[in-house]
């Protein structure tokens, strides 16, 4: 049977009262002696801000080319693995929903900005030298606040964080559109994604989650996609696949069990819905 998927709890491992850091890419690389970390989650954000690099970086079983000029964000709970060929050049910042709450950055700031995205691709946001010079000062703002012993330390993190986060949103030109488009679509969104978080396992037809938000499956299918990119229905497919792999790959349960687990009236369905979904059967994904 697979080993459980490893999960770090706390931003800093050496102190569970942490709830934001930032530390230089070169040193994680030089404290883990270049090993390999296995597949694993957290349960908090983390931004990887690469000015060089080369290797892989596998979000959610979809492989990146690791290297200068991009950031990376990862949502609690999605699996990644890092691969350097060489030591990389860069920061990584991690903070915890705590963190927001206790920084009055509302969870709706995090949805709006649109750069942790909870399922399917995870792709990283390309940089110019200009931004990597920009998001690079911040990064050294952050880094001497944190290892300062000023007043409303954590306070001024709060609002580095969100000037980083800001820049990173202008950045990203999936953004750039009509901003009443954007407020008016929000809340669908938002809805939508807690209820596919809380039912994906009951509910796989978008007609019942528009049901439940009072809309047209095809206004819903339209709202989400305008605003990520990817229609309703390929977000839930996406949360369905996800946490598929996820127990093919680390639970040990057999694809029977995984079927009925995830909602579907008989194995078969399963299957052939993960084919459609992958282009591979559950079978040979597990090999």
């Not at 080993?3 to 050496?14: A, G, L, Q």
């Not at 979000?59 to 999605?78: E, R, W």
């Not at 949805?111 to 399917?120: A, M, P, Q, S, V």
């Not at 229609?231 to 996820?246: P, V």
Request: hydrophobic residues 35%; contains cysteine; aromatic residues 12%.
């Amino acid at each position: 049977m697979p080993s459980p998927i490893k999960t770090y709890e706390f931003v800093d491992r050496s102190n569970d009262q942490m709830t934001f850091d930032i530390k230089k890419t070169e040193e994680i690389y030089e404290v883990n002696k270049g090993k390999l970390d296995e597949p694993h989650r957290h349960n908090f954000y983390t931004i990887l801000f690469i000015k060089k690099a080369k290797g892989i970086h596998t979000i959610d079983f979809t492989a990146y080319d690791l290297k200068g000029f991009q950031v990376f964000f990862i949502s609690p709970g999605q699996i990644h693995q890092v691969e350097e060929e060489h030591k990389s050049k860069g920061w990584v910042i991690t903070f915890s929903s705590q963190f927001l709450t206790e920084n009055n950055i509302g969870h709706h700031f995090i949805e709006d900005i649109n750069l942790f995205t909870d399922y399917g691709k995870s792709p990283p946001l390309p940089l110019n030298s200009e931004q990597i010079d920009i998001l690079d000062t911040y990064c050294n703002q952050i880094h001497s606040t944190l290892h300062s012993h000023t007043k409303f330390k954590y306070h001024a993190l709060g609002a580095l964080l969100k000037l980083f986060l800001i820049s990173c949103n202008n950045i990203c030109t999936l953004n750039q559109k009509n901003i009443q488009q954007i407020h008016a679509g929000s809340t669908i969104l938002k809805d939508y994604k807690v209820l596919v978080e809380n039912h994906f396992s009951e509910w796989h037809l978008v007609l019942q989650y528009a049901e439940a938000l009072h809309v047209t499956p095809d206004h819903l299918n339209r709202t989400i996609k305008s605003l990520i990119g990817r229609t309703a229905k390929e977000y839930l497919q996406s949360r369905i696949t996800i946490e598929a792999k996820r127990m093919l790959f680390f639970s040990g349960h057999s694809t029977k069990e995984i079927a009925y687990t995830l909602g579907f009236s008989e194995p078969s369905n399963f299957s052939n819905f993960f084919k459609k979904c992958t282009g591979i059967s559950p079978s040979q994904f597990k090999k």
